[in-house]
């Protein structure tokens, strides 16, 4: 373990040398263009962030959450630069620049929040990654496979639960577990065997026939396990990750170029996000719109996509609405996400989440709602914000933080340990501390949710599922 330890303190020492050498390089550069300022800053936050959560005797996947959450900030600033926009003169009283400073606040805070929310020990990392490599690829494949399919019925079985839905759906990942797991052994192997290759193969295909751009889940499941299988930063880099960069920075672009006129093709022009045709139609669909994309298309897909992340819009309008518009709210948006946690069959009239009707109110900024069968959110850094203004709002954000490194360190530490807990506490880091642009409603009660669920599932499933997992295990 010392020798493990000691290598990662070198590693990260060599990471310290470039990410700074290449953050600090950016950020000058970033001073030369309209927003000075706020190009600096986003190009040295990542680095800052990474700084704070670094920890050599833990895998690296809370660095991944925060920097997930980070994307829409720095994107913000980069879409700006990109379109000549000056953020001092956006929106009247700076308010959009406040908004982008308030949200950088935010990102250290909530970085440090997590950061005192995990546990310090859990696991012998060495021994952990070993265990990895124990793992059969045929029997990982094959639970993949099952629970693949599991996912896709058991949405129907959770609607007869109504008591339950919600701790039954989460359940609906548990193939990530096992995607996790064959990543992580084929990086560590550095061996990619091809169920790796149909696993995300799979996972595109399947995303592209809904509604939302579901095929990059997979994408960030398989970023986590580099982050968990790399004791040295510099190795993040390594030359056989960057085709799938590519290959996602590819499929956004096409996604969001094809996204409107596909989504009318899905629900026939009916507005209701529901999908009435075959999966052979859609298949036909998208091998004639993907054999007519150009590198024109291409850009124009990248532009949207990039436009799409930048989610510091309805934050800022809610940052030029309160309180010069609207009074600051004094604790009333996260007290409802308090009263959400409570089930609905003990509480009949429970609020019924829906995120538009918060933006509607507070950001100036029409979106549609339930009636057009859509919610959009203002954000749970900008609820912050409407609760308490600046700096208070950074309070219920470090809280959020330490939530989520408590939560996901007590699932590690479910005995008997396996790097299936690994595999389980970084799904849970996914699927709710990654996303900035979700509300409060959603994020506190569904990191609950998920981590009721799943610690189920790692107490009375893990050890057997590790026993099969690994030679000697279950026939």
Not at 354 to 372: C, K, L, M, W
Not at 398 to 411: H, R
Request: proline share 5%; aromatic share 18%.
């Amino acid at each position: 373990m010392n020798t493990l330890s000691s290598a990662a303190k070198r590693g990260y020492s060599n990471w310290q040398t470039w990410g700074w050498s290449a953050s600090i390089f950016m950020a000058f550069w970033g001073l030369f263009t309209i927003n000075p300022i706020p190009s600096a800053i986003a190009a040295l936050l990542p680095m800052v962030l990474c700084s704070i959560l670094w920890n050599s005797k833990q895998p690296q996947v809370p660095i991944f959450a925060v920097w997930m959450q980070s994307f829409p900030v720095i994107a913000a600033v980069i879409n700006a630069n990109r379109i000549n926009l000056n953020l001092d003169s956006a929106l009247p009283n700076n308010a959009y620049l406040n908004t982008f400073l308030y949200a950088a606040s935010g990102m250290i805070v909530l970085a440090y929040g997590l950061r005192s929310g995990l546990l310090k020990s859990w696991a012998n990392q060495e021994e952990a990654l070993n265990g990895i490599l124990k793992i059969n690829d045929a029997r990982a494949f094959r639970l993949y496979i099952i629970f693949f399919g599991f996912s896709f019925i058991l949405p129907s079985v959770a609607y007869h639960f109504s008591a339950l839905t919600q701790f039954i759906l989460p359940l609906s990942l548990i193939r990530y577990f096992f995607a996790f797991l064959i990543f992580q052994k084929s990086l560590l192997s550095r061996h990619f065997p091809l169920i790796v290759f149909f696993i995300l193969l799979a996972e595109v295909a399947i995303g592209f026939t809904g509604f939302f751009s579901g095929f990059k889940t997979i994408f960030y499941v398989f970023a986590a396990a580099v982050l968990a299988s790399s004791i040295n930063p510099l190795k993040f880099l390594r030359p056989r990750i960057l085709p799938w960069i590519l290959a996602l920075v590819l499929l956004s672009s096409y996604w969001q170029f094809i996204k409107p006129p596909f989504r009318g093709f899905l629900d026939q022009g009916t507005n209701t996000q529901s999908v009435r045709i075959g999966y052979g139609e859609i298949a036909n669909f998208h091998l004639e719109q993907f054999s007519k994309f150009s590198f024109q298309n291409f850009l124009v897909g990248f532009d949207s996509g990039l436009e799409r992340i930048s989610y510091l819009d309805y934050f800022a309008g809610s940052v030029n609405h309160v309180p010069s518009l609207k009074p600051y709210q004094n604790g009333r948006l996260w007290s409802e996400a308090v009263q959400f946690l409570i089930p609905r069959f003990l509480n009949p009239n429970k609020l019924i989440a829906n995120d538009s009707d918060r933006t509607n109110q507070f950001s100036g900024q029409p979106v549609a709602g339930a009636d057009q069968g859509t919610s959009i959110s203002i954000g749970y850094f900008g609820e912050s914000y409407i609760d308490f203004g600046f700096p208070l709002m950074l309070l219920p954000i470090a809280l959020m933080g330490w939530i989520w490194g408590k939560l996901y360190s007590l699932i590690l530490l479910i005995k008997p340990f396996t790097p299936l807990n690994l595999a389980v506490a970084t799904l849970f880091l996914l699927s709710n501390a990654a996303s900035f642009e979700a509300s409060n409603l959603k994020l506190l009660s569904g990191s609950i949710i998920y981590f009721i669920s799943f610690s189920v599932f790692c107490r009375f499933f893990g050890s057997r599922f590790w026993r099969y997992l690994t030679p000697g295990g279950l026939p």
